[in-house]
């Protein structure tokens, strides 16, 4: 059997964590690691930075600058981008979309607001025209698409995820106030201010860091196993695949809900700066009170597609405990295992990246055993 090779280090009080992080690399389940990070940030300093395994099986070794889709852990940095708009004044939560991007007001979607769209409650939540992976490298015909066609179901009538819809409708919400694209955005606003990991898509100059996934040995699309008709239509135009983030297409596209790109640091050190006060080395992501209204409780704790789930403005609440014993730890998992998740009473920011993904949509037992310990050690520090 080869030899697993680790690196990295954790601060003093923290050694627990790089334990459990090894054991999922032995685990005798279908979460067994093949290449994983984990980054910690405890009131702005880096406590934790581990990673081990390989980038592929039989490949290169893991490095602390491997990059791997994140899926929808995309979503809370597409959530954190869509916070510093409205903390310039350039968006307005409560504002009809159609305010900003005036096409949207066909269908009969003229009184949707934004914060509909973050909290996954337009009834947008799928394509109505039939429409193909290839197409979602064309950003203009998918949003096109999404201003013209009607809702599924009333808005605000439910909170169902909308797994893809979700990022194209934000992002062009960004784009009509700053005439940037989401990924020009994404490097402008997240990476470059704090020195984050973190991509739309993945720029060729960097796919030579890149960590293909490896698809879970059973996956669902279908947490609760029988699909919603409110569900319905965000899993089936087009049905969602794994090996749909090894596609050059989907990596050079923009899927604001789902193909973010980073590392495990620079999605710790988004989360770590906003469990800072919004602040990290001297670098300021975003101020208190934004950070306050974008962790803020807006929905009644049930989502048609994943079940228990409280969403805030694009990030979701701790419900199930996965990151952790703080129910307002909010922050975002991606389909197979990623997430980035804020925990402000603590001051912890967490961000975990892997390539082998597990089968679950969410609540992944690799990030609760991580978390777990996480907390553990931190309970020791008081």
């Not at 899926?71 to 310039?88: D, H, I, P, Q």
């Not at 999404?146 to 919400?173: C, D, I, K, N």
């Amino acid at each position: 059997m080869t030899e697993i090779a680790f690196g990295g280090e954790t601060a003093t009080g923290f050694e627990p964590v790089a334990e459990v992080f090894r054991a999922n690399f032995t685990r005798d389940d279908d979460y067994r690691e093949i290449g994983a990070s984990l980054a910690v940030y405890w009131r702005g300093r880096r406590v934790v930075h581990l990673w081990g395994g390989e980038r592929a099986p039989g490949g290169a070794p893991w490095t602390p600058d491997t990059l791997v889709n994140i899926w929808s852990a995309t979503k809370g940095l597409t959530a954190t981008l869509m916070a510093r708009l409205v903390e310039r004044g350039l968006v307005d939560y409560e504002a009809p979309v159609a305010r900003y991007w005036p096409a949207f007001a066909q269908g009969g979607k003229a009184d949707i607001r934004v914060i509909d769209l973050l909290t996954h409650q337009s009834g947008l939540n799928g394509f109505a025209a039939p429409t193909t992976i290839e197409e979602f490298a064309d950003w203009d015909l998918l949003t096109g698409r999404l201003a013209e066609q009607a809702p599924f179901w009333p808005p605000r009538a439910h909170a169902s995820y909308h797994a893809m819809t979700h990022g194209f409708l934000a992002g062009e919400v960004a784009r009509q106030v700053t005439d940037r694209t989401p990924r020009e955005l994404f490097r402008a606003e997240l990476g470059e201010p704090l020195g984050a990991d973190v991509h739309l898509g993945l720029p060729p100059a960097e796919r030579h860091r890149l960590a293909p996934i490896v698809e879970p040995a059973h996956w669902t699309t279908s947490p609760g196993g029988a699909v919603d008709p409110i569900a319905a239509p965000a899993t089936i135009n087009p049905a969602p695949r794994p090996d749909w983030a090894n596609r050059e297409d989907w990596r050079g596209g923009q899927v604001p809900a789902a193909n973010g790109h980073a590392s495990a640091d620079g999605l710790a050190r988004i989360y770590g700066a906003l469990a800072n006060g919004g602040e990290l080395d001297g670098v300021r992501l975003l101020q208190p009170a934004t950070i306050a209204e974008l962790a803020r409780a807006r929905t009644d704790g049930q989502d048609h597609m994943l079940g228990v789930r409280i969403w805030a403005a694009g990030m979701s609440l701790n419900a199930t405990g996965t990151w952790g014993p703080n129910p307002a730890t909010f922050g975002h998992s991606g389909w197979g295992g990623a997430f980035g998740c804020a925990d402000p009473q603590a001051g912890l920011g967490i961000g975990y990246v892997m390539n082998r993904m597990g089968g679950k949509v969410a609540e992944d037992p690799r990030a609760a055993d991580l978390c777990a310990a996480i907390h553990e050690c931190l309970a020791r520090q008081a």
